[in-house]
């Protein structure tokens, strides 16, 4: 298991930026995809962004396209969100999440290891 622990969230306007950070322990960090996940109020729990360990491959839901930015330093040992053009529906507890990079397509079933989360609310 990878320990993870999120920071960075916070209140924000409408079209205003935060930037999540997640930091991770325990095991490889090479070895593994990391993404960020969100859970509004009474909503399921969705994917959000994630990027690979050695390519820099990323992936991102429609609705961030353009606006979220998923990166990471493996020196480090860190994945960062940077969240921009911010709207009040992407107020939700954002999760930093790993899983095991076993192929080069993104599986969301392959996270298996989950921060605490970090609460984003967006104010119009």
């Known amino acids: 298991q990878v320990q993870l622990v999120e920071s960075g969230g916070g209140l924000a306007q409408t079209g205003g930026s935060l930037r999540l950070v997640c930091a991770a322990s325990?095991?490889?960090?090479?070895?593994?995809?990391m993404g960020w996940f969100r859970q509004a109020p009474g909503k399921e729990r969705e994917f959000v962004a994630a990027?690979?360990?050695?390519?820099?491959?990323?992936w991102y839901t429609d609705s961030v396209k353009g606006r979220f930015t998923i990166s990471r330093d493996n020196t480090k040992n860190t994945v960062h969100l940077q969240m921009n053009s911010l709207n009040t529906e992407d107020t939700a507890v954002y999760y930093c999440?790993?899983?095991?990079?076993?192929?080069?397509?993104?599986?969301?079933?392959?996270?298996?290891?989950w921060g605490q989360g970090t609460q984003v609310t967006v104010s119009s």
């Open positions: 999440a790993a899983g095991l990079a076993l192929r080069p397509v993104l599986d969301t079933s392959d996270f298996r290891s």
């Open positions: 325990g095991r490889p960090f090479i070895l593994y995809n």
């Open positions: 990027i690979s360990p050695r390519t820099f491959t990323t």
